[in-house]
């Protein structure tokens, strides 16, 4: 996951002295950027796409 500049120098700053919220920023930068493009994309991609259709007609095979 690519993020900005000022947050990733920002993160690197607060990691010289750590605490418990030193990631809070940039976890929040990549959890809204997976939520956004990342997650979105891999819905839509033929890989899953591929596992929900052989999920779902071995759910139909069950049924029967």
Do not use: C
């Amino acid at each position: 996951v690519n993020i900005d500049h000022r947050t990733r120098e920002k993160t690197k700053q607060s990691l010289s002295d750590p605490t418990p919220t030193s990631l809070n920023e940039v976890q929040g930068k990549i959890y809204s950027l997976m939520e956004k493009d990342s997650y979105p994309r891999f819905i839509r991609s033929k890989m899953y796409q591929e596992i929900v259709n052989r999920a779902y007609a071995q759910g139909q095979r069950r049924s029967v």
